[in-house]
């Protein structure tokens, strides 16, 4: 059967369709405006300092570059008037929210007060657009952090205008498009998971080099833009043409393939094989993939160069070792690849910080990393496969024959390199990186 269109489909199909593109339209539209509500104080504040300039910090320069791009955006007075509008709202809402999670536990643990994280929280989002989400993952309670406050780089400046700017010319790469990547990678000989199957419109589409009928095998499905790992599920093979996934369902394989091609009606996803850790990583792993979240930048000589590296675990019963969905990280030392201690995301202010892995109890700080030199090697030479990308956060896998590419970020959150190694990026060789790219190009 040929693969649907948009004209072959039923009404009913047509309409989910809308509704799934309508969805993930209106999330990026709420992102968006959430960015601008956060960052509308440092817009305010910088714009009167200067233009950006190398001579500055970088921390600085970012801050600033931020601030003059604000206004510049189409109909950026205006936005910046419905920002300022919403700024007395939310934050009221954004404290009594993160407050109510964390205060209690951040009070016992560190002797600040209820009416301290409060007023800590305001002062933060005020003076440096960091909201309350970031003031607790960042831990700006603790008089040391917050000395450093102005040094943190914040999403909506990275995330937006300089990642914004230093993407390459539309169509000169499909990064975002895990398909793409994954065939990209295979002609570059860059290893990197491959994608098996892929389904569209409520049906499965061609690919090269797919299957057509679902292997006996361990799988993983993915949507196929994707990221945070949203909506992913592991289906392991348990034999006679039978799968099971983390919620004990059991489907056969034709079962599996008309469920993916329903859920594709929404949006795309796809099939790729599930991969084992590293056996030396077993022990600190629920059975999900464990990843490195390494950043490769452009230097000062037009090389990719590794900066900073994050190593995630996934804890519970989650299938998928993200920051963003509860997983822990740690700090990797580049040079050999020892991590550290290691917390969430900072949302579940009970998990802390720890030294062994909460389920199996097994140490990790102070372990190395299996095949790390290969992990930077891999990460280094993925990113010169890509010549227009200045910026990749790269996800690489340690199995048990080497290190193995998962996918690449062309927007890479600074999020969990700031939290897990405990301080500001914002003095940091990555700052250095991203000023003098901005720049260039600015």
């Not at 909201?131 to 909506?156: G, N």
Request: proline share 6%.
């Amino acid at each position: 059967m040929p693969p649907n269109t948009e004209a072959s489909l039923s009404l009913s199909d047509r309409l989910t369709t809308l509704k799934g593109h309508a969805w993930k339209a209106l999330l990026r539209g709420g992102e968006a405006f959430a960015y601008l509500v956060a960052g509308l104080p440092m817009a305010l504040r910088r714009v009167f300092r200067g233009k950006p300039t190398l001579a500055l910090p970088p921390a600085e320069y970012l801050h600033r570059h931020y601030a003059w791009t604000y206004w510049q955006m189409p109909w950026g007075p205006l936005k910046a008037l419905a920002a300022a509008i919403a700024w007395p709202i939310a934050l009221p809402i954004a404290v009594f929210i993160f407050a109510r999670r964390n205060a209690s536990v951040i009070a016992a643990r560190s002797g600040v007060s209820l009416t301290a994280q409060i007023i800590g929280q305001v002062e933060m989002a005020a003076r440096y657009a960091i909201a309350p989400f970031w003031y607790y993952m960042f831990e700006l309670h603790l008089p040391e952090r917050k000395k450093r406050a102005q040094l943190y780089l914040t999403a909506h400046e990275t995330i937006g205008p300089a990642y914004s700017l230093l993407q390459p010319p539309e169509g000169a790469d499909g990064m975002d498009d895990k398909i793409w990547f994954a065939e990209h990678c295979h002609e570059q000989g860059v290893r990197a998971v491959p994608v098996l199957m892929h389904f569209s419109k409520g049906e499965r589409q061609p690919l090269k080099g797919g299957s057509n009928v679902l292997p006996d095998g361990d799988l993983f499905v993915k949507p196929r833009s994707g990221s945070g790992g949203h909506r992913m599920e592991r289906w392991d093979f348990i034999g006679e043409g039978r799968y099971r996934n983390a919620h004990a369902q059991v489907l056969t394989r034709e079962q599996l393939m008309e469920k993916l091609a329903r859920q594709s009606l929404k949006d795309d996803f796809l099939v790729q094989p599930r991969l084992a850790n590293h056996p030396a990583l077993d022990d600190i792993s629920n059975g999900a993939l464990a990843t490195v979240r390494l950043l490769t930048c452009r230097n000062e000589q037009g090389r990719a160069e590794a900066t900073n590296a994050a190593f995630r675990m996934a804890i519970g019963n989650s299938v998928v070792d993200n920051f963003h969905q509860g997983g822990l990280a740690t700090a990797v030392d580049m040079q050999t690849g020892v991590i550290g201690i290691a917390s969430d995301i900072g949302i579940r202010p009970d998990v802390g910080w720890r030294d062994t892995h909460p389920v199996s109890g097994a140490r990790f700080a102070g372990r190395a990393l299996p095949h790390w030199a290969d992990v930077v090697a891999l990460a280094v030479s993925a990113h010169e496969a890509f010549p227009q990308r200045v910026v990749v956060g790269w996800d690489v896998a340690m199995l048990a024959d080497g290190a193995m590419i998962i996918e690449g970020n062309g927007k890479p959150d600074l999020d969990i390199h700031q939290r897990a190694e405990r301080g500001p990026a914002g003095e940091s060789r990555i700052a250095h990186l991203l000023a003098f790219n901005v720049d260039a190009r600015a």
